[in-house]
């Protein structure tokens, strides 16, 4: 059997996933009270694991971006602040400089990861506040109308 040389490079492309979802965590954790939720140590983990597998997941098998992008609109209804994100974007892109494959480092480098999961999250997110503004907004119109 003749392995190609990209079906080779691809099937050697090994992530190790404890390491990046410890990276995560430990992102997690240094912005877990500027979170808008109060996130438990526990969901910590649980978030950290999922995004590793996902992130894992699209390095091995280039992933569409799709699911990146829906993953990063999750993270706002996981209560995730700026800050988080921004802690995980740089987890992410840390993990990628430092691997010894070349396509990996190139994910950091052309932000083929980071750009999905941040537009999810800043869509989502504007969402989310437009959604606030007019609970807001209605709430204020009772009141007036309850005078």
Same mark, same amino acid.
């Given at each position: 059997?003749?392995?190609? +040389? $990209?079906?080779?490079?691809?099937?050697?492309?090994?992530? =190790?996933? +404890?390491?990046?979802? #410890?990276?995560?965590? !430990?992102?997690?954790?240094?912005?877990?009270?500027?979170?808008?939720?109060?996130?438990?140590?526990?969901?910590?983990?649980?978030?950290?694991? !999922?995004?590793?597998?996902?992130?894992?997941?699209? #390095? +091995?098998?280039? #992933?569409?971006?799709?699911?990146?992008?829906?993953?990063?609109?999750?993270?706002?209804? =996981?209560?995730? $602040?700026?800050?988080?994100?921004?802690?995980?974007?740089?987890?992410?892109?840390?993990?990628?400089?430092?691997?010894?494959?070349?396509?990996?480092?190139?994910?950091?480098?052309?932000?083929?990861?980071? !750009?999905?999961?941040?537009?999810?999250?800043?869509?989502?997110?504007?969402?989310?506040?437009?959604?606030?503004?007019?609970?807001?907004?209605?709430?204020?119109?009772?009141?007036?109308?309850?005078?």
């Amino acid at each position: 059997m003749i392995i190609s +040389e $990209s079906n080779y490079t691809q099937s050697t492309r090994m992530i =190790d996933h +404890e390491h990046l979802a #410890l990276e995560l965590k !430990q992102a997690l954790r240094a912005t877990m009270f500027s979170s808008t939720l109060r996130v438990a140590p526990r969901h910590l983990q649980q978030l950290a694991d !999922q995004l590793a597998t996902l992130i894992a997941h699209a #390095l +091995e098998h280039d #992933l569409d971006a799709t699911i990146l992008y829906n993953h990063g609109a999750q993270l706002v209804a =996981d209560g995730l $602040s700026h800050r988080a994100i921004l802690g995980i974007t740089l987890a992410i892109n840390r993990f990628c400089w430092n691997h010894n494959d070349l396509d990996v480092q190139q994910a950091a480098i052309n932000g083929s990861l980071i !750009q999905p999961i941040l537009e999810g999250y800043m869509h989502a997110r504007e969402a989310h506040l437009l959604r606030e503004q007019e609970l807001t907004r209605k709430a204020l119109d009772r009141a007036r109308l309850e005078r």
